[in-house]
Antibody, heavy 119, light 106 residues
Framework: EVQLLESGGALVQPGGSLRLSCAVSGFAFSSYAMAWVRQAPGKGLEWVSSISGSGGTTFYADSVKGRFTISRDRSKNSLNLQMDSLRVEDTAVYYC?????????????WGLGTRVAVS | SYILTQPPAVSVAPGKTARITCGGNNIGGRSVHWYQQKPGQAPVLVIKYDSDRPSGIPDRFSGSNSANTATLTISRVEAGDEAAYYCQVWYNSDVVFGGGTNLTVL
């Protein structure tokens, strides 16, 4: 059974930093692209970043480019999101998602999310 | 950037058919994926690659995509289908979501 469990969400001041993690199980982690998607309170889904299975290719939304860094740790089966220079508008629930195959594939499985508040 | 346009809300009576559209420039040339999100829950993939149903999704859910509009169709709507629905495409190394449609079952 595929499981994705996010952690690291917190209340942080503008300009601060936060590191989110997503522990995964139930599939060959290194074989699949992964992504972060967020949802601001009462709003729709917004893609944040994606990373290839090897970790060698990453993509970012313009809204977070230069401030957020996605990475993956094969030894821990973990997906990470380092968030720096946080802004009020980064307040959201952050979801970790397993991509079906390659980066252009759909988000096959989602975690329950972790809440980030910037205030 | 690429924009996907969805109606904010759609209402349907139980047992009827709901159609949720997703408009985009020549979207018919792209693969469209659809997600269902119930309040307080994570999204769930309900249609992938325009019209494929993932394992476990009822055959009441179907999809189509042509020209400038992709459509998610839910037949024999049930109360449990009440949720927000989002379309999504991959465009120039970006993932784009539509703004979402709230489906209300009357």
């Amino acid at each position: 059974e595929v499981q994705l469990l996010e952690s690291g969400g917190a209340l942080v001041q503008p300009g601060g930093s936060l590191r989110l993690s997503c522990a995964v199980s139930g599939f060959a982690f290194s074989s699949y692209a992964m992504a972060w998607v967020r949802q601001a309170p009462g709003k729709g889904l917004e893609w944040v970043s994606s990373i290839s299975g090897s970790g060698g290719t990453t993509f970012y939304a313009d809204s977070v480019k230069g401030r957020f860094t996605i990475s993956r740790d094969r030894s821990k089966n973990s997906l990470n999101l380092q968030m720096d220079s946080l802004r009020v508008e980064d307040t959201a629930v952050y979801y970790c998602a397993k991509i079906e195959t390659t980066m252009a594939s759909p988000f096959q499985y989602w975690g329950l999310g972790t809440r980030v508040a910037v205030s | 950037s690429y924009i996907l346009t969805q109606p904010p809300a759609v209402s349907v009576a139980p047992g009827k058919t709901a159609r949720i559209t997703c408009g985009g420039n020549n979207i018919g040339g792209r693969s469209v994926h659809w997600y269902q999100q119930k309040p307080g829950q994570a999204p769930v993939l309900v249609i992938k690659y325009d019209s494929d149903r993932p394992s476990g999704i009822p055959d009441r859910f179907s999809g189509s995509n042509s020209a400038n509009t992709a459509t998610l169709t839910i037949s024999r709507v049930e109360a449990g289908d009440e949720a927000a629905y989002y379309c999504q495409v991959w465009y120039n190394s970006d993932v784009v979501f539509g703004g979402g449609t709230n489906l209300t079952v009357l």
